[in-house]
């Protein structure tokens, strides 16, 4: 059987390089995925712990946050769409106008 | 070989059942084109192809070696990985689902039985719906990838079709599933078994979910040929439309790839229908345990190629959607209608099981 | 390990799947660099798709066989189709380079793998590899998730079917062209 360290590893892995992803990328869009990479992270833990300590509640939530992820994608897509309608740009450095 | 282990065996025979289905499947393909082209002809009053071979049965080899031999034009300015991904993407996942499909029985030999299906998932029926809503990526993809605006706007309208029809299929066959107890099509075909007693009396009609899901049957075909491009919903194939859709810059073996994979897609799709309402392979069986055997694979068979010659039928007879028709209709009637559907349904199940 | 099941009676065979978690994580691991790096929009989410059909064969080794083609079905075949109309209707090219400070970026990388390290020997420190072994196997098909998902968590459930009108809502209003 795996490891549940093995499968911990795996899940901050992803995790790591999807923040990593957030914090360095200039596209919007990419930025968004590296926050759905960062979900799926998240998910890997819960069904890893759920394997683990014999639980079913920690598929559901992973469930939970795949059905949630899908609100947010629409409503965040929906945000990017309105932006680039008013700013002709994709790139997060152009959305500066709150700065002193 | 007295060393082999079971695990071995496993191995072996999934090799060996992959290998026919793979087979099986593309000689289908192929002569599914030639079927339609007959069909189709006929329809229309002239003969369709009779050169090559008795009755044109040696066309689809014809066609085969002339995409083969086909000049392979790629346009400028495409984004190569993608244009290359999409065909083999849309080949490999329309023969993925066929993993699941159970064709007939199973047949004992040397102690060991084998299943007429390749493995029998217990979530079996959403793994087919898994690889239907990825096969929306190769249209998509296929169209962006051309960089040309006839393809892009029919790969964007064909997977716009594409993923609202899904709905619609996925609703439809959730009163089955009430019925049946479980997502394993195995399972769901088991059944299926026997006949219809209504209040002890046994009334000669098959076990057949059609019987009891005519609404659930009528909204997943309308949905399955939506979710397969085929007429009257292939607007996005259009020539007058939109040139070719999505496959316009394709050309040779990546266009016949497409090709295959829509007729791949339509037998899935009719195998599923035979499998949710119209009881997989029972039918009469009889006579010694060669015939038991492969009588319910010809059952399966016969109800499939039923399937798709009512589709060939469509196609010679009906006009097609226009395309906010066809969007309108999916949303506003097809969707309310799956989901009355599945509430009619519970109610009724809920009331018979009920103690 | 539970291979094939006959109508949901799962059959038990004694083969090793697990080299195949280490396949399919590092799979994972080189499609999510690929979706960091690559310049194309179009090409992240595309190695995303990749991470999550990976993710869903890690769940079906890991015994959680719903999720996964859930995770397929919803999150590889909807949402990121919903991304991919996105970048295709915006048009997204290429990333115009930054003009912000080098060196932060030059700085960046190792400080990454630095914070990834730092958190692996803490797993490591807190789960030691030969010391977990996994509970008995918990029947995770449908039937089980459905019994919990509708009689402990009926609410979360009727929360989140709000949550999703809601957000059907937001995302037309949002992106209307005209208002």
Same mark, same amino acid.
């Given at each position: 059987?795996?490891?549940?360290?093995?499968?911990?590893?795996?899940?901050?892995?992803?995790?790591?390089?999807?923040?990593?992803?957030?914090?360095?990328?200039?596209?919007?869009?990419?930025?968004?995925?590296?926050?759905?990479?960062?979900?799926?992270?998240?998910?890997?833990?819960?069904?890893?712990?759920?394997?683990?300590?014999?639980?079913?509640?920690?598929?559901?939530?992973?469930?939970?946050?795949?059905?949630?992820?899908?609100?947010?994608?629409?409503?965040?897509?929906?945000?990017?769409?309105?932006?680039?309608?008013?700013?002709?740009?994709?790139?997060?450095?152009?959305?500066?106008?709150?700065?002193? | 070989?007295?060393?082999?282990?079971?695990?071995?065996?496993?191995?072996?025979?999934?090799?060996?059942?992959?290998?026919?289905?793979?087979?099986?499947?593309?000689?289908?393909?192929?002569?599914?084109?030639?079927?339609?082209?007959?069909?189709?002809?006929?329809?229309?009053?002239?003969?369709?192809?009779?050169?090559?071979?008795?009755?044109?049965?040696?066309?689809?080899?014809?066609?085969?070696?002339?995409?083969?031999?086909?000049?392979?034009?790629?346009?400028?300015?495409?984004?190569?990985?993608?244009?290359?991904?999409?065909?083999?993407?849309?080949?490999?996942?329309?023969?993925?689902?066929?993993?699941?499909?159970?064709?007939?029985? @199973?047949?004992?030999?040397?102690?060991?039985?084998?299943?007429?299906?390749?493995?029998?998932?217990?979530?079996?029926?959403?793994?087919?719906?898994?690889?239907? $809503?990825?096969?929306?990526?190769?249209?998509?993809?296929?169209?962006?990838?051309?960089? $040309?605006?006839?393809?892009?706007?029919?790969?964007?309208?064909?997977?716009?079709?594409?993923?609202?029809?899904?709905?619609?299929?996925?609703?439809?066959?959730?009163?089955?599933?009430?019925?049946?107890?479980?997502?394993?099509?195995?399972?769901?075909?088991?059944?299926?078994?026997?006949?219809?007693?209504?209040?002890?009396?046994?009334?000669?009609?098959?076990?057949?979910?059609?019987?009891?899901?005519?609404?659930?049957?009528?909204?997943?075909?309308?949905?399955?040929?939506?979710?397969?491009?085929?007429?009257?919903?292939?607007?996005?194939?259009?020539?007058?439309?939109?040139?070719?859709?999505?496959?316009?810059?394709?050309? $040779?073996?990546?266009?016949?790839?497409?090709?295959?994979?829509?007729?791949?897609?339509?037998?899935?799709?009719?195998?599923?229908?035979?499998?949710?309402?119209?009881?997989?392979?029972?039918?009469?069986?009889?006579?010694?345990?060669?015939?038991?055997?492969?009588?319910?694979?010809?059952?399966?068979?016969?109800?499939?190629?039923?399937?798709?010659?009512?589709?060939?039928?469509?196609?010679?007879?009906?006009?097609?959607?226009?395309?906010?028709?066809?969007?309108?209709?999916?949303?506003?009637?097809?969707?309310?209608?799956?989901?009355?559907?599945?509430?009619?349904? @519970?109610?009724?199940?809920?009331?018979?099981?009920?103690? | 390990?539970?291979?094939?099941?006959?109508? #949901?009676?799962?059959?038990?065979?004694?083969?090793?799947?697990?080299?195949?978690?280490?396949?399919?994580?590092?799979?994972?691991?080189?499609? *999510?660099?690929?979706?960091?790096?690559?310049?194309?929009?179009?090409?992240?989410?595309?190695?995303?798709?990749?991470?999550?059909?990976?993710?869903?064969?890690?769940?079906?080794?890991? #015994?959680?066989?719903?999720?996964?083609?859930?995770?397929?079905?919803?999150?590889?075949?909807?949402?990121?189709?919903?991304?991919?109309?996105?970048?295709?209707?915006?048009?997204?090219?290429?990333?115009?380079?930054?003009?912000?400070?080098?060196?932060?970026?030059?700085?960046?990388?190792?400080?990454? *793998?630095?914070?990834?390290?730092?958190?692996?020997?803490?797993?490591?420190?807190?789960?030691?590899? #030969?010391?977990?072994?996994? *509970?008995?196997?918990?029947? *995770?098909?449908?039937?089980?998730?459905?019994?919990?998902?509708?009689?402990?968590?009926?609410?979360?459930?009727?929360?989140?079917?709000?949550?999703?009108?809601?957000?059907?809502?937001?995302?037309?209003?949002?992106?209307?062209?005209?208002?």
């Amino acid at each position: 059987m795996v490891p549940l360290s093995h499968v911990l590893a795996l899940s901050v892995t992803l995790f790591v390089i999807g923040a990593a992803g957030f914090v360095f990328r200039k596209n919007i869009i990419t930025v968004f995925m590296c926050i759905e990479l960062m979900l799926n992270a998240v998910n890997l833990a819960f069904i890893g712990f759920s394997r683990y300590l014999g639980n079913l509640d920690g598929q559901l939530f992973a469930f939970f946050v795949i059905v949630v992820a899908a609100a947010e994608a629409a409503v965040g897509l929906a945000i990017i769409i309105a932006l680039y309608r008013n700013r002709e740009s994709l790139n997060i450095e152009d959305l500066d106008s709150m700065k002193l | 070989m007295a060393t082999f282990s079971d695990t071995g065996w496993l191995l072996l025979i999934t090799l060996i059942k992959i290998a026919v289905v793979v087979l099986v499947m593309l000689t289908s393909i192929a002569y599914l084109t030639w079927l339609e082209r007959k069909v189709v002809a006929h329809i229309q009053s002239r003969w369709g192809p009779y050169l090559v071979g008795y009755s044109g049965l040696m066309q689809p080899l014809a066609d085969g070696l002339k995409f083969i031999l086909k000049e392979d034009i790629v346009p400028l300015e495409v984004d190569t990985i993608v244009y290359w991904l999409a065909p083999f993407l849309a080949l490999t996942l329309a023969f993925l689902s066929i993993a699941v499909i159970p064709f007939g029985e @199973s047949f004992t030999i040397h102690g060991r039985t084998i299943f007429f299906q390749i493995t029998d998932l217990n979530v079996g029926l959403l793994f087919v719906f898994a690889v239907t $809503s990825l096969g929306v990526y190769s249209v998509a993809l296929a169209g962006w990838s051309s960089n $040309s605006k006839y393809p892009l706007l029919g790969g964007l309208r064909s997977s716009a079709q594409m993923i609202s029809y899904e709905l619609s299929l996925g609703l439809a066959v959730v009163g089955v599933l009430m019925m049946a107890g479980t997502l394993s099509l195995r399972g769901i075909v088991d059944s299926q078994s026997g006949f219809w007693h209504i209040a002890g009396v046994n009334t000669f009609l098959p076990h057949w979910n059609i019987f009891v899901q005519p609404v659930g049957f009528l909204v997943y075909f309308t949905a399955a040929v939506a979710d397969t491009n085929r007429v009257p919903f292939d607007l996005p194939e259009g020539e007058s439309e939109l040139v070719g859709g999505y496959h316009t810059e394709y050309s $040779s073996m990546k266009f016949a790839m497409f090709f295959m994979s829509e007729y791949a897609n339509m037998i899935t799709v009719s195998c599923l229908a035979t499998i949710l309402f119209f009881g997989g392979w029972h039918g009469p069986v009889f006579g010694p345990y060669v015939l038991r055997v492969l009588l319910p694979v010809f059952w399966f068979c016969f109800k499939l190629f039923c399937f798709l010659f009512f589709y060939i039928w469509m196609r010679g007879t009906l006009p097609r959607f226009r395309y906010d028709q066809l969007m309108a209709f999916g949303w506003k009637f097809l969707l309310p209608l799956g989901l009355l559907n599945v509430l009619a349904t @519970s109610f009724v199940v809920a009331r018979i099981s009920s103690p | 390990m539970t291979v094939g099941a006959r109508h #949901g009676v799962p059959v038990r065979i004694e083969t090793n799947l697990v080299p195949l978690f280490y396949i399919f994580g590092a799979l994972a691991v080189v499609a *999510a660099l690929s979706v960091v790096a690559q310049r194309m929009p179009v090409h992240s989410a595309l190695s995303l798709i990749v991470v999550l059909c990976s993710l869903a064969v890690v769940y079906l080794l890991l #015994g959680a066989e719903f999720v996964a083609v859930i995770q397929v079905i919803v999150y590889a075949g909807a949402i990121m189709v919903l991304f991919v109309f996105v970048i295709m209707l915006l048009n997204a090219g290429r990333e115009t380079p930054s003009h912000r400070s080098r060196m932060a970026h030059w700085l960046g990388a190792p400080l990454v *793998a630095a914070f990834l390290l730092e958190v692996l020997f803490a797993i490591w420190r807190q789960f030691p590899a #030969g010391a977990s072994h996994a *509970a008995a196997a918990v029947d *995770a098909g449908p039937a089980a998730i459905g019994h919990l998902l509708f009689r402990n968590y009926v609410l979360p459930f009727e929360v989140t079917s709000i949550l999703i009108l809601v957000a059907i809502l937001g995302a037309v209003v949002l992106a209307k062209k005209e208002f």
